[in-house]
């Protein structure tokens, strides 16, 4: 992994974000130093050589370094700090005008606020990007289990990024509760990624519009995870099947997708979504957990859109998603209860949510 500002190799976690110690350390000195910044003279250095402080500066602001991190400068011979006077002196003083109080400097720049856990869940997601790639390059001619154990795998991987994000929090975790917050964020997570990834699956989507094509897709996605003995017939599938689909893709997947969320965005909800204190099966030390994590990351969304200027709506409008992705999850568990009773083959975490959902 190569640092963010610089192209370094040797990179390590600094102020929120990752980088070397050399951009580290200048990051640091940015926020001790007294000198006047000069006006950018980037375009007459060296190819090889470091941008001007300004322009080095703002990229480690862009890649989610926090100023508030940084611990204040320490003086070798600090000051002694004068004795306050008594209340008996202050009265017989003979100056009968209050003393005036210190006059604040402005701060010279203007410092973001920290939204670095979100910054750096987007950042570390799309470094997931290639492997999701590869593992849903013939998605079109997947069936209900391959799509599972790719939706599995997807849920792993978020908690991947979630351990390194909050280490002191998630390590401590009882296995059962991990279990547990997985689970319930597994239904809610497939639909939310359904409109990440409207994207670059574009054209996946479009058959809706196509009638035979999307016919076909539907037939071949379910009849492939049936038993041979159990297989149904091409009209039964679209009979059983066919709303369920159209209602996902008009329903639940393009209204989120034309809310126009960017990546942090969708991030903050992936990570609300995932530390849901009100799940029923967790303990009561994981739920207090999830509540800590869920307020930060709801602060730092709210902090993210307004460092970006967005509309004081948008932030009420991102949050609504999370109403979307319910009616998607309730979806989900009628899917689920439709594919057990046709012999539909289920991944044994779906027979888990499965099991749940039946007491």
């Known amino acids: 992994m190569a640092c963010q500002v610089c192209g370094c190799s040797d990179v390590e976690p600094h102020f929120g974000a990752l980088s070397c110690r ?13 000198k006047v910044v000069g006006q950018c003279n980037c375009a007459v250095r060296f190819r090889n050589s470091h941008p001007c ?14 100023p508030e991190k940084v611990q204040e400068k320490r003086e070798r011979h600090p000051p002694k700090k004068n004795k306050p006077p008594s209340i008996s002196e202050a009265l017989t003083s003979s100056s009968s005008t209050p003393p005036s109080l210190p006059i604040s400097q402005l701060p010279s720049r ?4 920290d939204c670095s ?17 590869y593992m849903t390059r013939t998605l079109d001619e997947t069936n209900y289990y391959q799509l599972s154990c790719f939706k599995i795998e997807d849920c792993m991987m978020i908690w991947r990024i979630v351990e390194d994000l909050f280490p002191s929090l998630t390590w401590n975790l009882r296995k059962l509760d991990k279990e547990a917050l997985l689970r319930n964020f597994l239904p809610k997570w497939s639909v939310l990624t359904a409109a990440i990834d409207m994207e670059v699956k574009v054209q996946r ?6 009638t035979e094509e999307f016919k076909r897709m539907i037939v071949d996605f379910f009849t492939y995870s049936m038993p041979e003995k159990f297989k149904m017939p091409p009209e039964d599938i679209l009979k059983v099947f066919g709303p369920m689909i159209v209602y996902y893709v008009t329903k639940i997947i393009l209204p989120i997708h034309e809310k126009g969320l960017d990546q942090p965005e969708f991030m903050a909800l992936a990570l609300i979504i995932l530390f849901d204190g009100a799940y029923s099966n967790i303990s009561v030390e994981c739920s207090e957990m999830c509540r800590t994590i869920r307020n930060l990351i ?12 967005f509309d004081e709506i948008q932030f009420a409008d991102t949050v609504d998603t999370l109403n979307i992705v ?31 959902l039946n007491g």
């Open 117 to 133: 856990s979100i910054t750096l869940t987007a950042f570390n997601w799309q470094k997931c990007q290639p492997k999701r790639n």
């Open 110 to 113: 203007i410092i973001p606020r």
């Open 298 to 309: 709801f602060r730092e969304l709210k902090n993210y859109q307004t460092d970006k200027n």
């Open 205 to 210: 989507y479009s058959k809706v519009n196509n």
């Open 326 to 356: 319910e009616k998607g999850e309730k979806k989900f568990y009628e899917e689920l209860l439709i594919c057990d009773m046709h012999n539909v083959h289920l991944h044994e975490d779906y027979r888990l949510l499965l099991n749940e």
């Open 53 to 66: 402080r300004e322009c080095r500066i703002k990229k480690c602001l862009s890649i989610g370094m926090n």
């Open 22 to 34: 050399a951009c580290a350390a200048f990051f640091r000195r940015y926020f001790h130093s007294k």
